[in-house]
């Protein structure tokens, strides 16, 4: 199993520019998350996905959209991207059954965004 | 609403030196779970316990232990016999035990980096 695989690994973009983050996860979690990290501080959930298909924002979520078509994959996009954006992302994904015993949280590599 | 608050910015401890790490929490559910993740340099995180609410057991694991108290809302970590690799940034987080959409979004203290001097 590959785990959680982010792409790219980095990226710089001008203001106004979009971009879409891709994340793909092998391990048939049900439960997908991105988040963003800025430096010095914590994750913040941007969104998060329980299903294909259904999807749900998290503390941070203007300036982002997600989408979830397929169990694997759950994409990040910014539209108009701004400086408040640079920021590290991380996707993650967890298993949670019907009768909520769950499963931990695992993290991609992350995605070092700049917007300048 | 959630919080998790870890005081400590940061730490230096010559190696092999014992020290503890901590993490306060808020929250109103009844269920929840706590974790720590670790980041190294390389920037990955890396999974190191989760633990309910329901169980107040300290954990141990090898150099490292975990003790949990709800009479004081704290989710300590102790790394014993320090080493060069402990060196990352570690995190505290708090997941929410009963919502519409499961118990796993988590809240994220802001991290303490932790420096062992060789």
């Known amino acids: 199993n590959a785990g959680v695989t982010q792409t790219p690994k980095f990226r710089i973009l001008k203001i106004g520019q979009s971009m879409t983050l891709q994340c793909t996860q092998d391990?048939?979690?049900?439960?997908m998350y991105w988040y963003r990290q800025d430096p010095g501080m914590g994750l913040k959930l941007i969104y998060y996905?329980?299903?294909?298909?259904?999807?749900d924002k998290g503390e941070v979520p203007n300036g982002y959209n997600v989408s979830r078509s397929t169990t694997e994959d759950f994409p990040l996009r910014l539209e108009l991207a701004a400086p408040s954006q640079t920021s590290v992302y991380f996707c993650?994904?967890?298993?949670?059954?019907?009768?909520?015993?769950?499963?931990?949280?695992?993290f991609g590599p992350g995605t070092r965004l700049t917007v300048l | 609403a959630q919080k998790v608050t870890q005081a400590q910015t940061e730490i230096s401890v010559v190696e092999k030196e014992d020290v503890t790490l901590d993490c306060v929490y808020e929250?109103?559910?009844?269920?929840?779970?706590l974790f720590w993740y670790k980041q190294p340099p390389s920037g990955e995180l890396v999974f190191l316990i989760r633990?309910?609410?329901?169980?107040?057991q300290n954990e141990i694991s090898g150099r490292y232990s975990w003790n949990f108290q709800k009479s004081t809302s704290s989710f300590n970590f102790t790394i014993t016999a320090s080493q060069v690799v402990d060196s990352a940034v570690y995190f505290c987080?708090?997941?929410?035990?009963?919502?519409?959409?499961?118990?796993?979004?988590?809240?994220f203290g802001t991290g303490t980096r932790l420096t062992i001097i060789p």
């Open positions: 993650a994904s967890s298993y949670i059954s019907g009768t909520g015993i769950t499963d931990t949280q695992y």
């Open positions: 633990r309910n609410s329901f169980d107040e």
């Open positions: 929250t109103r559910d009844t269920t929840y779970y």
């Open positions: 987080a708090l997941s929410e035990g009963e919502s519409n959409f499961g118990n796993e979004k988590l809240t």
């Open positions: 996905s329980v299903g294909a298909g259904i999807t």
């Open positions: 391990m048939n979690h049900n439960y």
